[in-house]
């Protein structure tokens, strides 16, 4: 395994960041971890660059422990964190050649591991590093964690604040490197995301709630979702709440999710209803879950409240 967590808890003080984490990331593998902010992301990531200790459990990376054999892990890894870890004043070219050095090897010596990725940054090797847009900060930000050429990658919500397209661009440079046999770790809060790993970790208030491959995930879970549109979607969003054995109802994009409590579900019942209450161009259909409809379920079916996160 290239990646082992075992019981991991880690507390600040009275809040819990994460409880009894364990899940292993196998040679290869692109693997996802799926969650909000605060969910505790960061504090894995922390853990497993030796940045910071863990008050109960034990982890390896890359087969060496995170906590006795550190400087092999630093050595062994490329860790592209989630603020901007770059030298602002330094060039394109001189932030690579400074984390080339500082493993002691050259760019030219890895450069076909990062070549798809720098050579669209090339033409702006001699800009400061602060100047960039998000979207080439983010590609050089990735040179670097590269230039050493790690087993195992750790990229901590890498396109947070990245445009859509830029977001397309570097999952693509992401599965390109996967071909390479770089075992990745990645962190993100968008769920459409999650699709795009081999297998995904999903996580909230510090507590894994699904681990699988995401069509999976998918396959298996078993509530019918429902999209339901009118002309007032405010409205709706409430009268749904107000509709008898409703189980959940929550906007997405340009409908609410819609899932009943019990297998009586009648949806020219609910049309009814909600013409009843004033609704028109009422629509319903049956449609298939996405990530984002599970996470929600089971974090609401596990019941994980902020409250629940004090130690
Ligand atoms: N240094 C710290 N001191 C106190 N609480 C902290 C500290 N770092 C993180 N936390 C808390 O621990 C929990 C997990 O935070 P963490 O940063 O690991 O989550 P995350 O999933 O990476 O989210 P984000 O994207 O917001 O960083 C949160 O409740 C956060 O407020």
């Not at 292993?24 to 593998?29: A, L, N």
């Not at 892990?73 to 989630?82: A, E």
């Not at 983010?138 to 830029?166: M, N, R, W």
């Not at 019918?224 to 709440?241: F, H």
Request: some cysteine; charged content about 30%.
């Amino acid at each position: 395994m290239s990646i082992i967590l075992e019981n991991i808890t880690k507390s600040y003080k009275k809040v819990t960041a994460v409880k009894d984490i364990s899940f292993e990331v196998k040679p290869g593998e692109l693997f996802g971890l799926i969650g909000p902010d605060g969910a505790g992301k960061t504090t894995l990531f922390r853990i497993l660059t030796t940045l910071l200790f863990t008050d109960r459990g034990e982890a390896t990376v890359a087969g060496y422990d995170v906590v006795k054999e550190y400087k092999e892990i630093r050595k062994s890894v490329g860790y592209m964190p989630g603020k901007f870890s770059l030298y602002q004043d330094l060039t394109v070219e001189e932030n690579l050649k400074f984390f080339a050095t500082i493993f002691g090897t050259t760019i030219e010596e890895n450069y076909d591991l990062i070549k798809d990725i720098y050579l669209q940054i090339e033409p702006f090797k001699k800009r400061r590093a602060g100047k960039l847009s998000g979207g080439m900060k983010q590609k050089l930000a990735l040179s670097c964690a590269l230039i050493h050429k790690p087993k195992v990658l750790f990229l901590d919500e890498p396109t947070t604040g990245v445009d859509p397209v830029s977001r397309k661009e570097f999952w693509d440079m992401l599965k390109r490197l996967n071909n390479k046999g770089i075992t990745t770790l990645v962190s993100t809060p968008y769920m459409d995301e999650a699709a795009l790993c081999d297998r995904i970790a999903l996580i909230q208030a510090g507590r894994i709630l699904k681990i699988d491959t995401p069509s999976n995930i998918i396959e298996e879970h078993e509530k019918q979702i429902y999209n339901v549109e009118s002309k007032d979607m405010y409205k709706l969003i409430q009268d749904l709440k107000e509709y008898p054995e409703n189980d959940s109802v929550f906007a997405f994009g340009e409908f609410v999710h819609y899932t009943h409590s019990n297998d009586e579900f009648a949806p020219e019942e609910l049309k009814k209803y909600l013409e009843e209450k004033g609704h028109v161009k009422v629509f319903i259909e049956a449609t298939s879950p996405g990530i984002e409809d599970i996470f929600m379920d089971l974090s609401r079916t596990k019941d994980i409240k902020a409250k629940d996160n004090e130690v």
